[in-house]
C-alpha cells in the first residue's frame, strides 16, 4: 500500500477539476469572469501554439533571471565576506535588519520615477527583494562551516583569496543552491507582481489586461502558464540540488 | 548582556552612518534630489503627515489589514494542517496537490481575484489569505507529521482520544515550526497588502506610495517607504520575541 502508486492526490484533483467544470460548465454558475476548464485548456495550448505565452513568459523569465544573477550575486558576495570577518558581519547586521523589511513591491513606483518602465525597472526591483536573503542565508552558511576545515585553512596559511575559493565556497555550495532555489521563487513572485502592478510587459501584465478585458480563458491560461513557470524552475533547481549533493564528488567533501 | 549591548551599539551606529551617508549624497548633490531627497524631508513630511492625521490613518489602515490577513491565514493555516497533518489519508491525498499550487506566485491570482469580487475589500483579504496561508499550513504540516513515533506510541499507551493527542502532544510538538511559519506568513501578508492597496487604490501605504510618485513628492513617498519597514521591523521582532518566550522550554 505504502510502496505503490499513490493514487490520491489525482482523485482530489480530478474532483476539483470535475467541480470546476459542474459549476461553470453551464449548470450552476453563469458567470462574465470566470470560465470552465475545457475553455481554459484551449486557450493554453492556443497560446502555446501562437506562441504568445511563450513571448510573455520569456520576458517574465528574463527579468526573474537577471534579476536574480544580480541580487543574488550581490548578496552572496557580501554574505560571504561578512560571514568570514566578525566584524563586517556585526557591522553590516543593523542596516540589513532595517531595509530588509520593507516590501520590494513598494519601491516600483520610485524605481519607475528613476528607470522608467522596462526590464532595468523590473530587474532592479527583483534584485532588491532577492539582495536579503541572499546575504543573510550565505552568511550563515559561511559561520557554519565547520571549524577543522577554517583550522586546515589556517595551518596552510591561505591568503583570503584561497580561502575563499579553496575552502569555504566548496564547503557552502550546496547550501548556495538551496539558497538559490528559495530566492528564485521569491524573484519570480516579484517579476510577476512588478508586471501586474506596472510594468507593461510579461505574464502578468498580459493577465492583468485579460482580466481587464473580461477574457476570462485566456487570464486563467496565464495564471497556469505562471504556476508552470515557478514549478520548473523549483523543479530545475531541484534536480540541481540532488546532483550536487548526490553526484560524483560528493563523497569527497 | 555585554555582546548583545554591543551589538546594539554597533547597530546604532551603522544605521547612523547609513543616514548620514543618505544625508551627504542628497544634500551635497552626488545623487539627483529627484530620486533621493534629504533625510530631513523625509523627517518633515512624516511629522507633518502624522500631525493633520492622514498618515496615521494610511498607516493604521495597512497595519490593520496586515493583520487581520495574518490572524486569518495563521487560523485556517493551522487548522487545516493539523488536519492535514494528523490524518493520513488527507496528508497523502491533499499533500500533493498543496505543494502544485505552492509555486504559485500569490500575487498571481490578483486579476482572478479581482475578477470575482471586484476592487474590493474582500478582494484585498482574500488575496492576502490565500498567498499567506501557505507557510502556516505548510509548516503545520511539517511540524504535525514529524512527530517522535515514541511520543505516538506513548499516547497509544496512555489510550488517550485523538482530540487530546492533538491538543497534549502534537500541537506542542509542532510549536516551533508552526511560529517560524507564522512570521513568515507575516511577511508575506505584509507584501500582499502593499499590492492590492497599489492595485486596488484602497487607503493604505501601498496607495500612498503611489500616489506620492505620480506627484512627484519624493518626501512623502520615502516617508511611506520607512513606515513599511519600520512595520515589517517591529511586527517580526514583536513575533521573534513571542518566539523565543514561548520556545524557551525547549532549551
Redesign the interface.
Known sequence: MTTGFNYRPWVVVAVLIGAWQWALGGHAVVSDTLVAPGPVLHATIRMLIDGSALKAGGQTLLATLVGLALGGGIGTIVGIASGMARPLASAIRGPVEVIRPLPAIALVPLMTIIFGLGLKMEVYVVSFAVIWPSIILSQHAVQNVEHELIEVADILEFGYVARTWKIILPAIWPRLVVMLRFTAAIALLIAVTVELVSNPWGLGHEMMVASWGLEPAKMLAYLVVVTAIGWGLNWVLLLVERMITAGPGAAER | MGPTLR?LL??????GF?IFLWYVCSTAGWVPR??LPPPQDVWGALVAGFSTGTLADQTLSTVFSMLIGWFACSLFGVLLGSVIGIWP?AR??????LE??R??????????A???LGLSAEMSLSVIIFGAIWPALLSTVHGFSSIDPRLKEVGRALGISPLAFIWKIALPNATPDIIAGMRLSM?IS??LV??TD??TGQIG??SL??L???T?D?AG?FA??CL??????V??SVLQFAERRLLRYKQ
Open positions: 551589538q554597533i547597530n546604532a551606529l551603522s544605521i547609513l529627484v530620486f489519508l497523502l491525498s491533499l499533500g500533493p496537490v502544485i499550487f509555486p504559485m506566485p500569490p500575487a498571481a491570482i490578483i486579476p482572478l479581482i475578477a470575482i511577511v505584509l507584501v502593499v499590492i497599489m492595485i501605504l501601498g506610495v503611489v506620492a510618485s505620480r512627484f519624493m513617498l511611506g517607504l513599511l519597514s519600520l512595520i515589517g521591523l511586527s517580526n
